[in-house]
């Protein structure tokens, strides 16, 4: 959310506290009402042993990985909307036993995934303006299963 607030005719109105607190609380209320709505994501594998959780450019790498990758036992959680993080999603997958999560930065979405499950998640933040490899992929996968 944005520190940017309006009033009730929606003129801005960054210097009342009251205002500010009203509008804020009732968007975050609105979201979280909706937040099964707004979720958007994809299911691969549901029954795998180790899970991809990807949004954005590492999906397409970690969709190759799965079409090379000879295994079933490699599940994918692709989401397309990342706020609110949809949690429902990671139960999913109920034999997860190891969540892999490639973000091309320093760990968002990871952060997210630790919170909602019990099971050990591997963060492979890549930085520097480059996509991860198929290769990078397969040696994370191969190492944590």
Do not use: C
């Not at 506290?17 to 009732?26: F, G, M, Q, T, Y």
């Not at 099964?36 to 549901?46: F, G, K, M, Q, S």
């Not at 198929?134 to 299963?145: I, N």
């Amino acid at each position: 959310m944005t520190g940017l607030t309006h009033d009730e005719r929606g003129y801005p109105d960054t210097t009342d506290p009251a205002a500010h607190d009203r509008l804020v609380r009732r968007l975050v209320a609105k979201v979280e009402s909706a937040r099964r709505d707004i979720a958007d994501y994809e299911v691969t594998n549901p029954d795998a042993g180790t899970v991809f959780v990807t949004y954005g450019p590492p999906s397409r790498t970690v969709e190759q990985v799965m079409r090379d990758y000879p295994d079933d036992a490699v599940g994918h959680l692709r989401l397309r909307v990342v706020w609110p993080f949809p949690e429902f999603a990671l139960h999913e997958f109920p034999n997860a036993e190891t969540y892999i999560v490639p973000e091309l930065n320093m760990g968002q979405v990871v952060r997210e995934v630790e919170r909602h499950v019990d099971q050990p998640v591997v963060p492979l933040g890549k930085i520097g303006g480059e996509l991860h490899t198929p290769a990078e992929l397969v040696r994370a996968l191969e190492a944590h299963r």
